[in-house]
């Protein structure tokens, strides 16, 4: 479906990310992956998309928090993939504390990654995806982008911001051929939120497994985890025929957690 349509996915290198970037290679989408990893295993990943799917695969090691090098990551793409079309942003970091003991560093680096890294790429990007007449911008946000929970103040604000940005792209793209759209997913079993479950199971003395069961019955009614291949279609939906009005959207996709 999306053959010669070429896609930038940021924080690629593990979860979400490389859900979706394994989901728009399969549609036959050349990839630029970005994330941090051991280059060999990253290296591994990129062959190995490459080979499954047969699209052109490449990965590109900017630090998001960086302004100048998510700059050097979309000239790169455009480079060595001839444009960008789809666009993800999805990289993103957590830090749990209180807000009187969050530590002003952390505050940020998550705002730098969460929520500036998706203003620069958008910014740079755009320019192509309007020459082309046809885009598609879809950023991660997360149902913190929709509702708080404590500790996380750094991460909520950022993901309310990037549901305001997602809006406000959507505005000034609008009849342009282009959408941007937020997924706000609830936990999905990622890296990111190991050491939330483990925090919860030491605090029970529990199990992991069961310090995850906890977390999922606190806030996720279906009790069960959005899985990265779920929020991989979604995103191959999104930079459908079909989803060409849907813009400026945050999609919830949380178990019903945004519901209650
Ligand atoms: P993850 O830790 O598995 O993946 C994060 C990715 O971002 C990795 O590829 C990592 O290398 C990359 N990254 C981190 N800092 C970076 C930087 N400075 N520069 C470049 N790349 C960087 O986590 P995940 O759960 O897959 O998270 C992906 C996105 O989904 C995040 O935006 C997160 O906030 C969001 N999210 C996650 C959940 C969840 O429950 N896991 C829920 C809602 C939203």
């Given amino acids: 479906m999306l053959k ?15 859900g979706v970037a394994r989901a728009l290679a399969a549609q036959g989408c050349d990839l630029m992956l970005n994330g941090f990893g051991d280059p060999a295993a990253v290296e591994a990943l990129r062959a190995g998309l490459e080979r499954e799917h047969r699209v052109k695969v490449r990965h590109h090691g900017a630090d998001l928090s960086r302004p100048e090098q998510v700059e050097a990551l979309v000239a790169a793409t455009v480079d060595v993939l001839g444009g960008v079309d789809v666009l993800v942003n999805n990289a993103g970091i957590q830090h749990t504390a209180p807000v009187e003991r969050f530590p002003a560093e952390r505050w940020d680096a998550i705002l730098a990654v969460n929520l ?14 309007r020459k082309a007449g046809w885009g598609r ?11 708080g929970s404590v500790q996380k103040v750094a991460y909520v604000a950022a993901k309310h911001g990037i549901v305001g940005l997602t809006k406000v792209v959507a505005l000034e793209t609008a009849g342009a051929g282009i959408t941007c759209n937020a997924i706000c997913p609830g936990w999905t079993r990622t890296e990111l939120i190991e050491p939330q479950i483990a925090a919860r199971a030491r605090a029970l003395g529990v199990e992991l497994e069961e310090g995850g069961r906890a977390l999922l019955a606190e806030k996720q009614p279906s009790r069960q985890f959005v899985t990265v291949g779920q929020l991989g279609a979604l995103v191959v939906f999104l930079c459908s025929e079909a989803a060409a009005q849907l813009t400026g959207a945050a999609l919830p996709v949380d178990g019903g957690w945004t519901a209650q």
């Fill in 116 to 129: 500036s890294s998706a203003f620069h790429t958008v910014r740079h990007a755009l320019p192509h995806m």
């Fill in 137 to 147: 911008i879809v950023n991660t946000a997360s149902v913190h982008g929709l509702v």
């Fill in 4 to 18: 010669g349509k070429r896609a930038l996915v940021t924080g690629s290198t593990s979860g979400i990310g490389l």
